[in-house]
């Protein structure tokens, strides 16, 4: 009942969407922070106003299930109708953090299928597709330069059935993006983000919304997982936000 009379008030919801090593605990850790600092929240599970819902992906935490990708796009747009039903007309935007911007593209593509999409998505540290993002990750430094590495690592995780393809879906997106990634980020290179704003930026799509790219430099040290820290942020999310008329801007 508290979710509910918290959704049906006048403030605008941001459904966010984890990365690999994110959970609810750290979600609300740093959006309590961003909160101390009288910014607007958004390292949380399902924010509105101070509220903080119960979203995790499946096999993360104390979420039963084994994860995939199927699974987490099926929660994820469950979760959507479930806010969009008792939310009323305010505002709903979708934030995913590093492999969360896999389910977030996912779900958004599906919104946007059926022609129920967000008021906004914000992708934060995001990759271009799973193969790329491996291939790219510090983990795979030693091994990438190897015979037969494409075959004996990437090729299972495509075989598997995990692309977590925002290249592709990018293309099927019809609402205003927002793309925001630390050039010092260790874990999904600075690249993969440009390269998946420049993917975005001409798509037909996105022809009548707004597609930003928000750099934050490296002297600032915000790497993988910190951008909540910059103090920009609630100006950048303030003029993206409040803003709708179609723009492609860096």
Request: with cysteine.
């Amino acid at each position: 009942m508290w979710y509910e009379d918290a959704l049906a008030s006048s403030h605008a919801i941001i459904l966010y969407l984890h990365g690999n090593a994110g959970t609810r605990f750290s979600c609300v850790r740093e959006a309590a922070r961003s909160q101390r600092r009288g910014r607007p929240s958004m390292e949380t599970g399902l924010l509105q106003g101070q509220g903080r819902g119960p979203l995790w992906h499946q096999g993360w935490g104390d979420s039963v299930g084994t994860p995939s990708e199927r699974g987490m796009t099926y929660d994820a747009l469950h979760v959507f109708d479930w806010i969009k039903a008792r939310s009323g007309d305010n505002p709903v935007y979708i934030w995913g953090h590093s492999l969360g911007t896999g389910v977030a593209t996912n779900l958004v593509r599906r919104l946007c299928e059926r022609e129920t999409p967000p008021d906004a998505l914000i992708l934060e540290s995001p990759f271009t597709n799973i193969r790329e993002e491996a291939k790219s990750h510090p983990f795979s430094v030693i091994y990438r330069y190897f015979p037969g590495f494409d075959w004996f690592f990437l090729d299972p995780i495509t075989s598997s059935g995990i692309k977590f393809a925002n290249d592709e879906n990018v293309k099927h997106i019809s609402c205003p993006l927002l793309i925001l990634h630390a050039e010092d980020d260790p874990v999904v290179p600075f690249q993969l983000g440009r390269k998946l704003y420049s993917i975005a930026a001409p798509a037909r799509s996105f022809r009548d919304f707004k597609v930003q790219f928000v750099p934050f430099h490296s002297d600032l040290g915000y790497r993988h997982k910190y951008i909540y820290k910059s103090p920009e942020l609630p100006r950048i999310l303030r003029e993206f936000l409040g803003k709708s008329e179609p723009e492609h801007q860096h």
